[in-house]
């Protein structure tokens, strides 16, 4: 962690970056960081207990500015940025990567290839947490699906944490946003609550890399990430990827291949 | 102001007439591992020990969606149905905090600023509020910072403080709570003449609301909004559960010939909310909403409507994703 | 004595307008007859589906729903087939997770030429739909207000 304090000094004050991202410590656990200078990359904190995905800011011009910025990355910030590379929203030239890995060594990435070495090696796999519930999901029926998303969705109150805090969610006119035609109903209701989710959950398909920010940044506890995360899980081997691996070969909903398969039309 | 003495039995006995007499009776409960307000009919299903709930009550007098009016097409005539106030039930809100149920002046200030808002004022007169005393308290509360106390009696209609024999100290406010008690007045036994505050967390004030008016009266172009903010997602969960927050967006259900006009809730956490049909946006940048949020809460409110826009519940530091906490925010201001 | 009233369930078809609808069309010249519970919706083409609208369409009132285009490889435009079933393999699977009922929603390819695929399509999605009953679960809650239910009453 000193090393990844003193390196990320070092870049703000020879003037490689003008921006280091990374965590500090916060009111119950880290919380994001912005160095602007080498007097507050000594805030800086990287451990275990770091969660936040901070890729969701880096496609955000007004914070990261015009000229080069670093960010320290978790596994999970990795496979976003990652995905935001595959996606076109980040360019090699503009973004250096800090992390330490498992032995402690600090470690520098700049081109995607690299990180996607370096990622490889971690498994993507269910928490307890997600295990626990998911399980709980996956032994229901139908109708008690039904009733166990119907309860979570009369608690979402249409806040879009969990849009503001998705990575992939960097549309500057979300769908949300279009009131001709109004897709999507900005007041909540259960049904209309559902078709939001139902409609994040698709627009993420191929892309979703199961960081679990939206579930965390959800203000009364429902479990949406679980949604993402499963949909995630069934879609790898339909369309061909290694969930939380992204590969520069398209998108999931925007390619096709001919042996497609599926069981349920006639 | 009357302060009387209720019995554990009392209060189960008090709690089951207020049920009975058909008044609909919200109250914490434990629900998926957080606490929410629900509907409750036993004095059973009321959580115990907690600091705070995760939403605030503000939805029993300013509910997530509303109709405004409905309205009707039919061969170039339209039929209006507008709301109408005698719909609101009978509600009473049990064991809400005081700092909740200090919220409702500022809320009640906003709607009545211009205009007398009648759905809000009808919701307000059919509600009453039972407040129970803090004996605990987190990091996040600062209550006494922004006028209040964990024994605050602003917006109750009656507060209980819990006594060690399960019993309570019941301080009847307004006329609303002695309707209430009227339900059960056998139950009401003559004040025994325990000290209140002792059963009261103490909460010592972390600045004094004067000095940040004065400070945030010359910081409007300061650079500290820009720091605050950087880390904001733009999320507006503190909106949604914060009891004073109430922006609201106007929004059309259309089918057909047929639609309702409903009012939802809103923040001007997010960007789209001052976003001009021109594309101009005048809070453009997430620092420009983060100043607002601050100035309307600390300096627009109490110059405009002469009360401070925050109770100090700390919802939205506990609330928020990346730990933008209030209280920090105001204390280091306090402090430049 | 009482006949007891059939549940004649309100079906609603999307289909492409180069295949499917031409099929139906056949199916009418060919006079041959099927069930009238379907309401069909002519796109250009099954890629041009938003998923959402079969949502919608439950939210107001339909029991049951068909998708239809052209086989793949005979889609009008080359690929929108190919993308629609990419997006319905998805959907579907989300949808069943959710709880939703994904045994009300048919997905078939019916070709210009296939007349009497169309109306065994009919046939056989309203008797289907008639087995399963209204699908008042989602119909419950599809006012998009909240109701009574959400404060614990129900």
Same mark, same amino acid.
């Given at each position: 962690?000193?090393?990844?304090?003193?390196?990320?000094?070092?870049?703000?004050?020879?003037?490689?970056?003008?921006?280091?991202?990374?965590?500090?410590?916060?009111?119950?656990?880290?919380?994001?960081?912005?160095?602007?200078?080498?007097?507050?990359?000594?805030?800086?904190?990287?451990?275990?207990?770091?969660?936040?995905?901070?890729?969701?800011?880096?496609?955000?011009?007004?914070?990261?500015?015009?000229?080069?910025?670093?960010?320290?990355?978790?596994?999970?910030?990795?496979?976003?940025?990652?995905?935001?590379?595959?996606?076109?929203?980040?360019?090699?030239?503009?973004?250096?990567?800090?992390?330490?890995?498992?032995?402690?060594?600090?470690?520098?990435?700049?081109?995607?290839?690299?990180?996607?070495?370096?990622?490889?090696?971690?498994?993507?796999?269910?928490?307890?947490? *997600?295990?626990?519930?998911?399980?709980?999901?996956?032994?229901?029926?139908? *109708?008690?699906?039904?009733?166990?998303?119907?309860?979570?969705?009369?608690?979402?109150?249409?806040?879009?944490?969990?849009?503001?805090?998705?990575?992939?969610?960097?549309?500057?006119?979300?769908?949300?946003?279009?009131?001709?035609?109004?897709?999507?109903?900005?007041?909540?209701?259960?049904?209309?609550?559902?078709?939001?989710?139902?409609?994040?959950?698709?627009?993420?398909?191929?892309?979703?890399?199961?960081?679990?920010?939206?579930?965390?940044?959800?203000?009364?506890?429902?479990?949406?990430?679980?949604?993402?995360?499963?949909?995630?899980?069934?879609?790898?081997?339909?369309?061909?990827?290694?969930?939380?691996?992204?590969?520069?070969?398209?998108?999931?909903?925007?390619?096709?291949?001919?042996?497609?398969? *599926?069981?349920?039309?006639? | 102001?009357?302060?009387?003495?209720? !019995?554990?039995?009392?209060?189960?006995?008090?709690?089951?007439?207020?049920?009975?007499?058909?008044?609909?009776?919200?109250?914490?409960?434990?629900?998926?591992?957080?606490?929410?307000?629900?509907?409750?009919?036993?004095?059973?299903?009321?959580?115990?020990?907690?600091?705070?709930?995760?939403?605030?009550?503000?939805?029993?007098?300013?509910?997530?969606?509303?109709?405004?009016?409905?309205?009707?097409?039919?061969?170039?005539?339209?039929?209006?149905?507008?709301?109408?106030?005698?719909?609101?039930?009978?509600?009473?809100?049990?064991?809400?905090?005081?700092?909740?149920?200090?919220?409702?002046?500022?809320?009640?200030?906003?709607?009545?600023?211009?205009?007398?808002?009648?759905?809000?004022?009808?919701?307000?007169?059919?509600?009453?509020?039972?407040?129970?005393?803090?004996?605990?308290?987190?990091? !996040?509360?600062?209550?006494?910072?922004?006028?209040?106390?964990?024994?605050?009696?602003?917006?109750?209609?009656?507060?209980?403080?819990?006594?060690?024999?399960?019993?309570?100290?019941?301080?009847?406010?307004?006329?609303?709570?002695?309707?209430?008690?009227?339900?059960?007045?056998?139950?009401?036994?003559?004040?025994?003449?325990?000290?209140?505050?002792?059963?009261?967390?103490?909460?010592?004030?972390?600045?004094?609301?004067?000095?940040?008016?004065?400070?945030?009266?010359?910081?409007?172009? !300061?650079?500290?909004?820009?720091?605050?903010?950087?880390?904001?997602?733009?999320?507006?969960?503190?909106?949604?559960?914060?009891?004073?927050?109430?922006?609201?967006?106007?929004?059309?259900?259309?089918?057909?010939?047929?639609?309702?006009?409903?009012?939802?809730?809103?923040?001007?956490?997010?960007?789209?909310?001052?976003?001009?049909?021109?594309?101009?946006?005048?809070?453009?940048?997430?620092?420009?909403?983060?100043?607002?949020?601050?100035?309307?809460?600390?300096?627009?409110?109490?110059?405009?409507?002469?009360?401070?826009?925050?109770?100090?519940?700390?919802?939205?530091?506990?609330?928020?994703?990346?730990?933008?906490?209030?209280?920090?925010?105001?204390? !280091?201001?306090?402090?430049? | 004595?009482?006949?007891?009233?059939?549940?004649?369930?309100?079906?609603?078809?999307?289909?492409?307008?180069?295949?499917?609808?031409?099929?139906?069309?056949?199916?009418?010249?060919?006079?041959?007859?099927?069930?009238?519970?379907?309401?069909?919706?002519?796109?250009?083409?099954?890629?041009?589906?938003?998923?959402?609208?079969?949502?919608?369409?439950?939210?107001?009132?339909?029991?049951?729903?068909?998708?239809?285009?052209?086989?793949?490889?005979?889609?009008?435009?080359?690929?929108?087939?190919?993308?629609?079933?990419?997006?319905?393999?998805?959907?579907?699977?989300?949808?069943?997770?959710?709880?939703?009922?994904?045994?009300?929603?048919?997905?078939?390819?019916?070709?210009?030429?296939?007349?009497?695929?169309?109306?065994?399509?009919?046939?056989?999605?309203?008797?289907?739909?008639?087995?399963?009953?209204?699908?008042?679960?989602?119909?419950?809650?599809?006012?998009?207000?909240?109701?009574?239910?959400?404060?614990?009453?129900?």
């Amino acid at each position: 962690m000193e090393k990844l304090r003193e390196r990320a000094a070092a870049i703000l004050a020879d003037g490689t970056v003008s921006l280091v991202i990374g965590y500090e410590e916060g009111t119950k656990r880290p919380r994001p960081l912005f160095c602007h200078d080498g007097e507050s990359a000594r805030k800086l904190i990287f451990d275990s207990r770091c969660f936040h995905n901070l890729a969701v800011y880096l496609t955000k011009k007004e914070l990261v500015g015009n000229g080069r910025f670093a960010v320290t990355a978790t596994i999970s910030t990795l496979r976003s940025i990652m995905q935001l590379y595959v996606e076109n929203q980040l360019s090699e030239d503009k973004l250096l990567i800090l992390t330490v890995d498992l032995s402690g060594t600090l470690r520098e990435f700049v081109t995607f290839d690299e990180i996607s070495a370096y990622v490889e090696q971690f498994e993507l796999k269910r928490g307890e947490r *997600e295990q626990e519930i998911l399980t709980r999901i996956e032994g229901m029926t139908r *109708e008690e699906r039904w009733k166990f998303w119907q309860e979570e969705m009369s608690h979402c109150f249409k806040c879009y944490a969990c849009r503001s805090a998705c990575p992939l969610c960097y549309c500057t006119k979300c769908v949300v946003e279009v009131n001709r035609p109004q897709w999507i109903n900005p007041w909540p209701a259960p049904v209309a609550n559902m078709e939001w989710h139902i409609n994040r959950a698709m627009h993420m398909v191929g892309r979703c890399t199961a960081c679990g920010a939206c579930g965390d940044a959800c203000p009364v506890g429902i479990p949406i990430d679980l949604i993402t995360r499963k949909m995630m899980e069934d879609m790898a081997p339909e369309f061909g990827y290694i969930p939380g691996l992204p590969v520069k070969k398209g998108n999931a909903l925007s390619t096709w291949k001919l042996d497609d398969r *599926e069981q349920f039309i006639r | 102001m009357e302060t009387k003495y209720i !019995s554990k039995s009392g209060i189960e006995q008090w709690f089951k007439s207020i049920v009975d007499s058909g008044k609909r009776v919200y109250a914490p409960v434990n629900s998926r591992d957080q606490i929410e307000f629900k509907r409750v009919k036993n004095l059973s299903e009321v959580a115990d020990e907690y600091v705070q709930t995760t939403q605030s009550i503000k939805a029993s007098v300013y509910p997530k969606a509303e109709v405004l009016f409905s309205y009707e097409k039919e061969h170039g005539k339209v039929h209006l149905t507008d709301f109408n106030p005698d719909s609101i039930p009978e509600t009473v809100l049990w064991k809400v905090h005081p700092c909740d149920a200090a919220g409702f002046k500022p809320l009640s200030a906003i709607f009545n600023w211009d205009s007398p808002d009648k759905l809000h004022n009808a919701h307000v007169q059919k509600t009453s509020v039972i407040s129970f005393s803090c004996a605990m308290a987190d990091e !996040s509360c600062f209550c006494t910072s922004v006028n209040g106390s964990p024994g605050n009696l602003a917006g109750s209609d009656i507060q209980l403080t819990m006594l060690p024999d399960g019993g309570a100290i019941a301080e009847i406010v307004t006329p609303k709570g002695e309707a209430l008690v009227a339900l059960s007045p056998t139950v009401f036994e003559a004040d025994k003449g325990e000290d209140k505050t002792k059963y009261l967390v103490d909460l010592p004030a972390r600045f004094s609301l004067e000095e940040v008016n004065a400070k945030l009266n010359k910081a409007f172009n !300061s650079t500290v909004w820009k720091e605050q903010s950087e880390r904001c997602i733009g999320c507006g969960a503190c909106a949604f559960v914060c009891p004073t927050c109430a922006c609201f967006d106007i929004q059309e259900d259309v089918h057909g010939s047929t639609g309702r006009r409903i009012r939802c809730w809103d923040a001007c956490g997010f960007g789209l909310c001052t976003l001009h049909t021109s594309g101009h946006n005048p809070r453009e940048h997430q620092s420009q909403r983060w100043r607002q949020r601050l100035l309307h809460k600390f300096s627009y409110m109490p110059a405009r409507l002469n009360v401070v826009g925050c109770t100090g519940c700390g919802r939205c530091s506990r609330a928020c994703p990346v730990d933008m906490n209030i209280l920090e925010h105001i204390t !280091s201001i306090a402090a430049q | 004595m009482s006949s007891e009233e059939i549940f004649e369930p309100k079906i609603v078809a999307f289909v492409c307008n180069w295949c499917t609808y031409a099929g139906a069309d056949l199916t009418g010249t060919s006079r041959l007859k099927y069930a009238t519970n379907v309401k069909i919706v002519r796109f250009p083409c099954t890629g041009r589906i938003d998923f959402l609208l079969l949502l919608k369409s439950f939210a107001q009132g339909a029991d049951g729903i068909i998708v239809s285009g052209c086989h793949p490889n005979d889609c009008h435009y080359t690929s929108g087939n190919f993308h629609a079933r990419r997006r319905w393999i998805a959907f579907r699977s989300i949808l069943d997770m959710m709880g939703v009922d994904v045994r009300r929603v048919q997905y078939s390819w019916v070709s210009a030429a296939e007349g009497s695929k169309w109306a065994d399509l009919v046939n056989n999605t309203v008797a289907d739909i008639r087995a399963l009953g209204p699908y008042t679960d989602y119909q419950k809650v599809a006012d998009y207000l909240e109701k009574e239910v959400q404060d614990g009453e129900a």
